[in-house]
């Protein structure tokens, strides 16, 4: 896993739209995974950016999101899929026949589920993963004990995510108890993963994530076996590392070819 610490927030969600841009730049006809939550909100913006002054093309780009809660009603402010129309695909080229949402809606969801499946296979699969972090550890909505071999799926939030997430809902009551997440296995699936992880709320998951056990208990620390994932952090969600002087050095050194 390479790891990469930017002193700010910004400079992280910069960093993480620079590794988007050039996925997109270098295969026009990406496949991209795409997250949700205040963590990728900056990035989607810089993206939005780079359409417009530098001609970031995304017409021939295909997405698939990693998530979607289960009931809400079509258009509800808080589902993802408005989340995504808001800050990105108003803003960049995209179209709207290549944008996949699990849908929370579906009368069979296991169906659905399998469905979404065959879509990102049907696609080519995914060539780079945006990834979130839940404070619990979660990646996509797979929470802790989530088999680290799910597919696209029903789960049930953790009370801890549900609190986490009143803040966009308002209160703990109205954040749906159920979700459809694509699962870790799909997310293992993906030919390159970036994780994105901001602020001091998210060092402790971070720190488990990149150098604890690999363990169901926290679902990102799979991504250790995934032969191609960049981490991308600021310094408060650094704090935690034990290697982090390390993995300044790596980076103040990386060769000239292999940075974006
Ligand atoms: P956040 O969510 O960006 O809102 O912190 C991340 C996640 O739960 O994956």
Redesign the pocket.
Known sequence: MEIIIKATAVEAQHEAARIIAAQVRGKAASVLGL?T????IGVYSHLAELHQKEHLDFAQVTTFNLDEYVGLPEGHPQSYREFMRQHLFSRVNIPAHRIHFPDGLAADIPAHCAGYETAIRQAGGIDLQL?????DG???FNEPSSSLASRTRIKTLTPR?VK??ARFFGSVEQVPRHVITMGVGTIMDARACLLLA?GES?AEAVAGMAEGPITADLPASALQMHPVCKLVVDEAAATRLRRADYYRWVYDNKPSWQRT
Do not use: E, F, M, V
């Open positions: 997250a939550g205040s963590t990728p990834l979130g972090i839940g404070s979660h990646i996509g995510t986490d997430n901001i998210k």
